[in-house]
């Protein structure tokens, strides 16, 4: 049983590496078929919006990354011991990022009609709002989950990734500016961008130790 459940987190943690990486190339190559879209000053839902011609493979992608994730967030809790109150909430909120940015924002489309936001909007909004907070504040969380004493460098980068997504979200909130001539808001598409890209690179390292299994929590 014990070697069954080391197989599935190292094939798991590798799972979730390569999806990591292959998200930003995702993105990237499809916005490249949308005519008019910037990686930096578009975001990337509106990939999804049902006017984009990639909308329905952005969507299941969202979708399948989403799964990932959340099969991430368990798999995670049983190999690091969830009985801990740390690692069960770092679990839930990496499942929580799952449903919200993933499967959420793969079936709600963030369509506008008229310059209106429609119910899908809302939702797709609502969703993705959900997994950014569990994202953000999930670094917070596991940093207390491995005593300081022993790994020092996982509670300072644990500090540095959230202070690095905090500015970003904050940031990009700046979309919703009525100035589109501001540097800030015209660029909500970078913002985005090194939001995940921060976020992602905490998910490897998550990964990684899942894989190892040498850090005792």
């Known amino acids: 049983m014990k070697t069954t459940q080391f197989n599935w987190a190292k094939i798991v943690a590798v799972i ?29 839902s509106s990939l999804g919006a049902s006017m984009s011609p990639v909308s329905n493979i952005i969507s299941i992608w969202w979708i399948c990354i989403g799964m990932i994730f959340i099969c991430f967030g368990i ?34 489309k963030a369509d506008k009609i008229d310059g209106k936001m ?18 953000l504040v999930l670094p917070l969380v596991l940093r207390k989950a491995i005593a300081i004493e022993r790994k020092p460098q996982f509670y300072v980068f644990s500090w540095i990734v959230f202070t690095l997504g905090l500015i970003m979200t904050i940031l990009f909130t700046f979309r919703f500016s009525s100035s589109e001539t501001n540097f800030i808001s015209l660029y909500k598409g970078l913002w985005q961008r090194l939001f995940m890209l921060n976020l992602y690179i905490y998910f490897i390292v998550l990964a990684i130790l899942m894989y190892d299994k040498k850090i005792k929590f």
């Open 75 to 108: 798999i995670f809790r049983n190999t690091f011991h969830g009985h801990s109150k740390n690692i069960k909430l770092g679990s839930l909120f990496i499942i929580l990022y799952g449903l919200g940015e993933g499967i959420g924002s793969g079936l709600f």
């Open 16 to 44: 979730c590496i390569l999806t990591c990486v292959s998200d930003f190339i995702v993105v990237f190559a499809l916005g490249s078929y949308y005519a008019g879209y910037s990686q930096l000053k578009n975001t990337m």
């Open 118 to 135: 429609t119910s899908s909007f809302l939702m797709h909004s609502l969703a993705g709002g959900v997994g950014v907070v569990a994202a």
